[in-house]
């Protein structure tokens, strides 16, 4: 068996040590296994439950050096980061720079086609809620060859317009749902556009200060590398980190770590102040639904018990990272792992046995 070790970090705000006690023993349980049983590098786990904040940390920041992860230490969380910029799109609107319904093309160069299926245009609304006919990657992502350890690197704002002159959508946008890391990162360029920010600035300025959220960023400083945890993929090799250009940045360009990410799970539950609380709560409307499909703006609905509860997972070359509020009963979830073994279950199974105390 895998020697593993653990470590329990505690913001003392108002639970019993008995709630402490079968929490710890459940999310022990869950971590262990996912560290043991599927061989996952080292796992940081976040708790909100009744004004109290817990932290959690399973095996290791790297192999061998024997660093337990904990609520400071840094991941790569990757699509979480569309519910920032989901976020971002919402202040946007709160302070009138935008419209939800407006068209893509208002925040395009001219030289770009109208994008639009049977007289309907593609708006910034059908880029977060993933309905706008955009397909999952553009065609030229992979021409000629890209560095499969870091993809994304290199895939320039340019490159993406090229792409979207050539094209011709196949569906009325706002009629169906198709995950798009593309429309996400267009999302993404059009922020930066508008505001002449780069998608860090952004991020910083209008989410992390109001939610004294201090390690969240795009761009891993010097004085952060000794916090940043190594990633390794599914098979245990070493996977070097993922740098997303300006072009996919909003898709899933951001670092963060246990302590920021509860901080930001508390301000969508009603802690966010001002502008800002606003534009959380715009992105929580619900704004598509389709089958078992349901989602407001970035934020996905799930139901890992009974309750609806607001959702994102994310995945880079050596990571693994998940996300789950359950705005009614006001507890959240996040787990980070330094591995490409996905941690949903893990998480689901948690929230679940949340929802039942």
């Known amino acids: 068996m895998k020697h593993t070790f653990w470590l329990l970090f505690l913001i003392p705000m108002g639970v019993g040590c008995v ?11 869950l971590a262990q296994s996912y560290i043991n049983e599927k061989h996952g590098e080292g796992l940081s786990v976040g708790v909100l ?12 920041t790297a192999k061998g050096n024997g660093k337990v992860p904990d609520a400071t230490t840094l991941f790569e969380i990757g699509s979480i980061t569309k519910t920032f910029t989901s976020t971002l799109l919402g202040v946007a609107v709160v302070t009138g720079k935008v419209k939800l319904d407006d068209p893509v093309n208002k925040y395009l160069p001219d030289s770009i086609p109208l994008l639009q299926y049977g007289g309907r245009v ?14 999952r990657m553009p065609s030229n992502f992979f021409a000629p060859v890209v560095d499969l350890q870091d993809p994304y690197r290199n895939y320039s704002v340019e490159k993406l317009f090229v792409f979207l002159r050539q094209l011709q959508l196949s569906r009325t946008p706002g009629s169906q749902y198709e995950y798009s890391n593309m429309g996400a990162g267009l999302l993404g360029i059009i922020l930066q556009r508008i505001y002449g920010l780069s998608y860090e600035d952004l991020v910083v300025q209008n989410i992390c200060l109001p939610l004294d959220m201090r390690d969240t960023r795009v761009v891993i400083r010097k004085e952060d590398s000794a916090s940043f945890a190594k990633g390794y993929d599914a098979t245990g090799n070493y ?21 920021d990410m509860m901080k930001y799970a508390q301000g969508n539950l009603g802690g966010g102040p001002g502008i800002l609380g606003r534009a959380i709560q715009l992105t929580h409307d619900p704004t598509f639904s389709q089958g078992n499909v349901e989602l407001g703006l970035g934020w996905h609905y799930i139901r890992p018990g009974e309750g609806k509860v607001l959702f994102h997972n994310g995945g880079t070359g050596g990571f693994r990272t998940y996300l789950a509020i359950h705005p009614e009963k006001k507890f959240a979830v996040v787990m980070l792992a330094n591995s490409a073994v996905p941690v949903d279950k893990e998480g689901n199974e948690l929230m679940k046995w949340l929802e039942k105390k």
């Open 19 to 29: 709630a402490q006690s079968s929490l710890e023993k459940e999310v022990d349980q």
């Open 49 to 60: 439950l009744d004004g109290r904040t817990y932290f959690y940390g399973y095996g290791e």
């Open 122 to 135: 593609m708006t910034l609304k059908d880029l977060a809620n993933h309905t706008s006919g955009l397909p």
């Open 239 to 259: 996977n070097s980190p993922w740098n997303l250009s300006p072009a996919f940045a909003g898709a899933g360009a951001l670092r963060s770590t246990a302590r």
